[in-house]
């Protein structure tokens, strides 16, 4: 007789054992991530380094922190590049080593090799729909940063182009300054 498939439930995910690969839950499944490659990871460092000094006493910002969400209805346990939680929403002494239990202010997602803007549009308008505040969508490839909100169309920046939120009173930074910390270098053409 086949075996029939079971969908993991959201305690089951959490409970999965630490293995070097990174899972999201998607439908129901243990989905893993796309392992990142050498410009992802310095974007990801060169924006924690520029986050990470703007929110000392506001927040914290964490990479790769699973958060637990509701998507159409479904658990849904996606993990994020960098997350950013203001201590007005989580307090600092949560200390509990756990998946972030409530929706963030920002998540950033860095496109890699092999996925697409349009996937990630999808995927931050799911982010939205959730209660994340901010989706930044970060294209090492094209420059670029994408900012989603909840309540107005996106908007991309590129070069020296200043990113300025009230969400995120005194953080100033624009794409020029980010990839440039991450050393990428020069495009071609």
């Avoid at 409970?15 to 990142?36: F, N």
């Avoid at 490839?141 to 300025?164: E, G």
Wanted: hydrophobic share 40%; charged share 25%.
């Amino acid at each position: 007789m086949p075996q029939l498939k079971t969908r993991l439930t959201i305690q089951e995910f959490l409970e999965m054992p630490e293995t070097d690969v990174s899972y999201e839950l998607i439908r129901g499944e243990a989905v893993p991530k796309m392992s990142p490659k050498l410009f992802h990871s310095r974007v990801t460092g060169a924006l924690y380094s520029l986050l990470n000094q703007w929110c000392h006493g506001k927040g914290e910002v964490n990479p790769e922190w699973a958060i637990a969400l509701k998507r159409n209805g479904e658990d849904w346990v996606p993990v994020p590049d960098l997350t950013y939680i203001s201590y007005e929403r989580l307090p600092a002494e949560m200390m509990e080593d756990e998946a972030c239990p409530v929706p963030p202010e920002l998540v950033i997602e860095i496109i890699s090799q092999g996925q697409t803007f349009g996937q990630m549009t999808e995927k931050a308008t799911d982010y939205l729909a959730a209660g994340v505040l901010r989706v930044w969508v970060v294209d090492p490839q094209a420059r670029s940063m994408t900012v989603f909100y909840p309540d107005a169309p996106p908007k991309t920046y590129r070069k020296d182009t200043l990113i300025i939120d009230s969400l995120f009173e005194g953080l100033e930074l624009t794409p020029q300054q980010v990839f440039g910390e991450a050393r990428l270098p020069d495009k071609k053409g």
